[in-house]
């Protein structure tokens, strides 16, 4: 309204004098800066302000970091890691949350979410669950420089996967597949046991078979485990019923803490396979040929398979075969697929040829 006003005054200006003339320009201009085209200028330079010192502020920062790569090398490696795992975790805050908003929106469970998203908010869980020992250590005064100093000394311990370089990775992963696998042969040895209990004759010499064949090496065929299914729905093979020593020694393979009552055990056993079957109904959906190289890895990892250094054509391999049984199992039968993370793990890259390992 204003500039309509004041283009108004200014035809009116036709055949004036120039004392006229300059009279009525002031007033036009005095009242478009008392409307919206101050505020906008305003705006305008508020807003060119601000992007002149995020860009100051980037070509610094980039011009410290390349200080600290050219001057301090070991110390940029530490500086970048952590700034990278940092922004690594903010995502996946963002992400998690965007999720779990969708799940309320929606009423969704977590069993009817899509396979990424399901596996996000798993490792996010554990992610949180070895954190917060670390934050309430760093509450007193001055401990936060201690647990700087663990952070550093101590990665694997103090720090989640976003804060580890590549190779720590590697060797994390492995470190932590050495503690489960120790305790593969208990596993097997545990099963055979437990065989003996068995009243059906034929079934048990069957899993006798099949136990005794993991001990001498061999990789059992699926159709093998299809046929002892039933076995693990009752005593003494179902989760509810495998005893104290077993509880431990599969809390190890699930990375569990196994310091807890064997009714604990259990429970925190059959809801971490039921993730895992969970995962399975959702892969299936989705198709291995939808996963990139590294998810591959994690899902041969999550189910019992030191996958580190098998390719992208192994892992799927592996999980071709995980899927033909998981997907042919009820819920009630969990037990069977908790002891194939055993089962199907251990001698698998024994029979691999050597040049593919």
């Known amino acids: 309204m204003a500039l309509a006003r004041g283009c108004f005054r200014l035809q009116r200006l036709k055949g004036r004098s120039s004392s006229e003339f300059l009279y009525y320009p002031t007033i036009c ?18 807003s060119t302000l601000s992007s002149a010192i995020i860009s100051k502020a980037k070509r610094l920062n980039a011009k410290y970091e390349k200080f600290l790569e050219i001057n301090f090398p070991r110390f940029y490696g530490i500086y970048s890691t952590f700034f990278r795992g940092f922004r690594l975790l903010y995502l996946d805050f963002k992400e998690v949350n965007g999720i779990r908003y969708k799940m309320a929106n929606k009423g969704l469970k977590y069993n009817q979410l899509p396979y990424r998203e399901m596996d996000k908010l798993r490792q996010f869980r554990r992610d949180v669950i070895k954190v917060i020992p670390v ?110 020593r077993q509880a431990e020694i599969f809390s190890r393979v699930m990375f569990l803490t196994p310091h807890m009552p064997s009714f604990i055990l259990r429970h925190r056993i059959r809801s971490h396979i039921m993730e895992i079957r969970h995962l399975d109904q959702a892969l299936n959906s989705l198709g291995l040929h939808e996963l990139s190289e590294d998810e591959l890895r994690n899902a041969c990892y999550v189910r019992g398979l030191n996958s580190v250094h098998l390719n992208a054509a192994q892992c799927k391999d592996w999980l071709i075969k995980w899927l033909q049984l998981s997907k042919k199992l009820k819920d009630s039968e969990a037990s069977l697929l908790l002891h194939s993370m055993v089962l199907l793990s251990i001698n698998y890259l024994t029979k691999l040829p050597e040049k593919s390992k």
């Open 29 to 46: 201009i005095s009242r478009l800066t008392s409307h919206q085209l101050s505020q906008f200028f305003t705006t305008a330079k508020r």
């Open 135 to 244: 934050v309430l250590l760093a509450i007193p005064p001055f401990a936060n420089y201690l647990v700087f100093v663990l952070m550093y000394f101590f990665p694997r311990q103090f720090l989640i996967s976003h804060f580890w370089t590549h190779d720590q990775h590697q060797e994390f992963k492995e470190i932590y597949h050495s503690f489960r696998a120790r305790v593969y042969p208990d596993a097997v040895s545990g099963l055979i046991k437990a065989a003996s209990k068995v009243k059906d004759k034929q079934l048990k010499t069957q899993l006798l078979t099949l136990g005794n064949k993991v001990q001498d090496g061999i990789h059992p065929e699926i159709f093998q485990l299809h046929t002892v299914a039933k076995l693990f729905l009752g005593h003494p093979l179902a989760i509810r019923h495998i005893d104290t």
